[in-house]
């Protein structure tokens, strides 16, 4: 009877043999009738989610592979409306927020959208142990081992993860803090960009001098001075290679934003990650007079560290995640300045021309380059804007209502710069050129609720001022040491090189940084005035 059945329906000699075959296809059936026609039709007030084939498993190896193709297809699936929709991965659901009016009211709660809870997988993934994070949050009372009123360190007596993120501020927001970082900063890219210095980007030498590798260069030199800042010398010292490995972390670090599975230990973030915790653990094992160079912010997170009680490798994980922080963004948006700034000879001299204005008597003024210069300022912002793959993640702690959805406890949202920065109905039908007087015709646009290069609300990044000036530093001191053209006869089939390429490939953290293939190559010679 059954088989005569199958029959009828078309399934022939097939038999029994293909039974399970067609109850899971008839399940799955089902369950993709369910889950993405007739739940939306009966609750309304949820987020869509885009379709999937494979519960539980949902949109994980798509989201890895390339999170902005699979963000583009969801925002298309929802007909480019910008309403909030959800992509489930193995961990959660994500709700992606790309509508500006909804990013408003998502920086501005922090109840039903607490950072604490991201912050905390954060410091997990990072290597935190349980023990740990809970000395990591604890509130020192009286009685406590940690209670030390009227210390220098932590005179306010709070937790040690809120007592980071206080000092981290201090550092990095304007005033004496950060200026001294700025400065060290700036001394070391003088110190490197150097016409005998240059090994570590030459690939060549030309009849107009030297060859150089734009993504070295950016590379190395900006990891260099950061390390520097950040360090001094001491890091160099218990590991010579320490700028790449950390430009190999930093290269695959969507892996422990995201943990992403490493099976048998050969994921490519394995190794640097290790070597890093190693050098980092033995910089904290230093007498504190052999860590003299240190910035001001890590003396003082390391210091309450230790009176929490901290173990080592989770203090050296706290110690990874700043250095990391603080590596994952301006070389590669110094990359693109120069790609397009060299790609164009007008664009090349009006920015050298600026450049030039802010050196009195041989000594670059940083605070007059970053107030005064309007047209690189205009092609700084709009490479933020082109470039800008970060993703501001929250955990939804209590239901909350954004737009017309409401959101549900357990999921996260996610902001994707990129998605805002390409919003059609707010920078128009040519949001995917390169236009570098965009911001100098429409001033306003930088305040604009769908420009987030540097997040928003509480997490609104507190080294953006620094950030302007080692950037402006970096391509002012490159001007005034060298001249610098786009090297000719090197692109396909002996022509005119080609503009690199946005590298998509998997999560962005950041500035997304060029094709690893995609380099520009640079004819460079020493000034002599």
Request: hydrophobic share 40%; net charge neutral.
């Given at each position: ?100 009016a909804d990013v ?327 949001r995917r050129e ?36 080692e950037v402006f ?57």
């Amino acid at each position: 009877m059954i088989i005569e059945i199958l029959n009828l329906i078309g399934f022939g000699l097939l038999g029994l043999a293909s039974l399970p075959f067609v109850f899971f296809a008839v399940a799955v059936a089902f369950w993709r009738l369910w889950s993405f026609t007739i739940k939306p039709w009966l609750h309304p007030e949820d987020p869509v989610d885009l379709p999937y084939w494979i519960p539980y498993l949902g949109h994980s190896l798509s989201f890895f592979g390339n999170s902005d193709k699979l963000l583009e297809k969801g925002l298309n699936y929802v007909g480019r409306s910008h309403a909030i929709f959800g992509i489930q991965t193995l961990k959660r659901k994500l709700y992606i927020i790309t509508d500006p009016a909804d990013v408003s009211v998502a920086f501005n709660n922090n109840t039903a959208l607490h950072f604490d809870g991201h912050l905390n997988e954060l410091l997990i993934n990072f290597g935190f142990s349980g023990e740990a994070l809970r000395r990591a949050w604890h509130v020192p009372q009286p009685g406590d081992w940690c209670y030390l009123p009227g210390n220098a360190v932590n005179p306010d007596l709070i937790s040690l993860n809120r007592l980071t993120e206080d000092v981290y501020r201090k550092q990095l927001l304007p005033g004496e803090k950060m200026d001294f970082l700025c400065k060290v900063f700036l001394e070391s890219l003088t110190n490197t960009l150097n016409w005998e210095n240059l090994d570590f980007c030459i690939v060549g030498n030309t009849e107009k001098g030297k060859l150089l590798s734009l993504q070295k260069l950016c590379r190395y030199t900006m990891v260099e001075a950061t390390t520097q800042s950040l360090f001094g010398g001491h890091l160099h010292q218990l590991e010579p290679k320490i700028v790449d490995y950390m430009l190999r972390y930093n290269d695959n670090a969507w892996m422990v934003f995201f943990q992403y599975p490493d099976l048998f230990g050969t994921s490519p973030i394995t190794e640097p990650r290790r070597m890093l915790t190693k050098v980092l653990e033995e910089f904290l094992q230093l007498p504190d007079e052999e860590r003299n160079e240190q910035a001001w912010s890590i003396k003082t997170i390391t210091a309450w560290q230790e009176v929490m009680g901290i173990d080592l490798r989770a203090r050296a994980s706290v110690l990874l995640m700043i250095y990391w922080a603080a590596n994952s963004n301006e070389y590669n948006i110094s990359f693109w300045v120069l790609a397009h700034v060299l790609h164009n000879p007008d664009l090349l001299q009006v920015v050298q021309d600026e450049t030039e204005m802010a050196w009195v008597d041989g000594k670059l003024d940083i605070k007059y380059l970053c107030s005064r210069s309007p047209n690189l300022d205009a092609i700084f912002n709009e490479a933020l804007r082109c470039n800008g793959g970060a993703m501001v993640s929250r955990i939804v702690m209590e239901p909350i209502t954004i737009g017309d959805k409401l959101l549900k406890p357990g999921n996260a949202i996610i902001i994707p710069s990129r998605q805002l920065h390409m919003n059609e109905k707010v920078w128009g039908q040519n949001r995917r050129e390169f236009d570098a007087f965009r911001f100098k015709r429409q001033k306003n646009l930088s305040r604009h609720p769908s420009y987030r290069p540097f997040g928003g609300g509480n997490t609104y990044c507190p080294g953006r001022v620094l950030a302007k000036e080692e950037v402006f530093g970096f391509l002012a001191i490159l001007f005034r040491r060298f001249h610098l053209n786009l090297a000719e006869g090197v692109g396909p089939n002996g022509g005119r090189q080609n503009f690199p390429s946005l590298d998509d490939s998997s999560p962005a953290l950041g500035i997304t940084g060029p094709v690893k293939s995609h380099d520009v190559l640079i004819s460079t010679m020493a000034r002599t005035t």
